[in-house]
């Protein structure tokens, strides 16, 4: 078997053999690393920032992180648990911690590792805005989309080799216009819009978790209309960029929270803060 074939081969039993389920969408995802391996590096890694950076404790600001993170982290496992997902979370580590910074960011490591920075504190405005991110944040390490990112970048790795190996044999322009071509259309064609998917996914998931909590959904929209007049228009067009635009959250946002009331409202909850 020759080395082209030997490398398709072997991707193609990497992917099949390598497949989580997404409890929140049931549908079959990337894992080509488990998170026996990720989530110890998150863990550490998640340790050294908090040790390079200015972490801010006591504050009332401080203080509201800790405590939507924790009511959020709860309705995760009231939502996990009443849909037959009993210990999903045994290995998550949960840490919310407000870090000072200027830049309008908050992430979520895989495990349930969180950073909140104080740039976003403006833009989020109350604590049901900071639930609305906190939300997104926490659903994008419940879906396990770090983990399925690592595993499509080195489906990436082995595609690339193997369109280098395939054109090997050509004159070395073919071999540029072939790389250049395979570099284009898997940013643009797969790899940025796998990331937009994610950030879609985290959004619906996260507006559920945040009405379980008790925040209002409706209030999601209202805070991405708030950093769309923050960006000031400068974002890049949405097929360039690793997020939907602005426009496309908040009309989703929108026609998605009538679902996560009713989503809230099975758990007995149907009041809002």
């Known amino acids: 078997m020759n080395t082209r074939k030997s490398i398709v081969l072997l991707g193609t039993v990497l992917l099949f053999m390598s497949c989580a389920t997404n409890p929140f969408t049931g549908k079959q995802t990337l894992a080509l690393v488990p998170n026996s391996q990720i989530l110890p590096m998150a863990f550490q890694q998640y340790n050294q920032f908090l040790g390079e950076n200015k ?27 009443a849909n037959g997902y009993q210990g999903y979370l045994k290995d998550y580590k949960w840490e919310y911690n407000l870090v000072e910074d200027k830049n309008v960011n908050a992430w979520c490591m895989p495990g349930g590792k969180i950073v909140f920075y104080t740039g976003i ?11 609305a991110v906190m939300g997104h944040e926490v659903a994008h390490a419940l879906a396990n989309h770090g983990q399925q990112r690592m595993s499509a970048g080195q489906i990436q790795q082995v595609a690339g080799a193997a369109t280098a190996i395939a054109v090997s044999g050509k004159d070395q322009k073919t071999q540029q ?60 067009p949405e097929f360039m960029s690793t997020h939907p635009s602005s426009d496309t959250r908040i009309a989703n946002l929108t026609a998605w929270a009538p679902a996560a009331r009713a989503e809230a409202k099975k758990f007995g909850v149907t009041t809002f803060k």
């Open 177 to 236: 216009i072939v790389g250049t071509a395979f570099g284009l259309g898997s940013q643009f064609g797969v790899m940025l819009p796998f990331s937009r998917s994610h950030e879609t996914e985290a959004d619906r998931i996260g507006l559920q978790l945040m009405a379980i909590a008790g925040y209002n959904p409706d209030e999601a929209a209202e805070l991405w209309k708030r950093m769309k007049a923050n960006s000031g228009g400068q974002a890049p």
């Open 121 to 131: 504190l403006p833009i989020a405005k109350n604590e049901t805005g900071i639930a």
């Open 55 to 81: 972490v801010i404790k006591g504050t009332s600001d401080a203080q509201m992180i800790t405590r939507v993170g924790q009511k959020i982290a709860k309705a995760s496992e009231r939502w996990l648990n």
